[in-house]
């Protein structure tokens, strides 16, 4: 199974990616559904579709043309490339897809581009202080 995964991100890279993250996100959706609901048997459809679109057509997408564009970053002086991609795609892309995901999910929930906003100021902060807290350890043993 995992020979014929590999052959596939070989042969098309990008729609494996794609189909590989929805459907990881579609599972842990459903699991995180089912564990934390106060109600039995209670399951918003929509909430999961929201976040496997984001996880797969969006992110995956955004972040298979992103690690090419890391590949091509050199070392800079004495610091390997590996570090250096990090710094580069701490500091760029994952803010940036922060703001994307809140205002994403937030947009898809509520047309009210002032509920939008107020989603970004309050949920962005901690949404950030996680991701830099387990983003880039993950990311570093991924670029290297």
């Not at 990881?24 to 559904?33: A, E, K, N, R």
């Not at 909430?47 to 992110?59: D, E, F, H, K």
């Amino acid at each position: 199974m995992l020979a014929r995964y590999d052959r596939l991100l070989s042969s098309r890279p990008l729609v494996t990616k794609v189909t590989t993250a929805t459907a990881i996100s579609v599972c842990t959706d459903i699991g995180l559904q089912r564990f934390t609901s106060h109600q039995p048997h209670t399951h918003d459809v929509h909430r999961t579709v929201r976040q496997a679109t984001w996880s797969g057509p969006i992110m995956a997408t955004m972040l298979h043309h992103w690690m090419n564009v890391l590949a091509t970053i050199p070392s800079w002086g004495p610091l390997p490339a590996p570090i250096v991609r990090l710094a580069v795609d701490t500091f760029t892309l994952m803010p940036f897809s922060h703001v994307l995901y809140i205002g994403y999910l937030s947009a898809a929930e509520h047309s009210s581009p002032d509920r939008v906003a107020s989603d970004l100021r309050e949920k962005l902060g901690p949404l950030l202080r996680a991701g830099y807290a387990t983003i880039p350890p993950v990311m570093l043993v991924n670029l290297w």
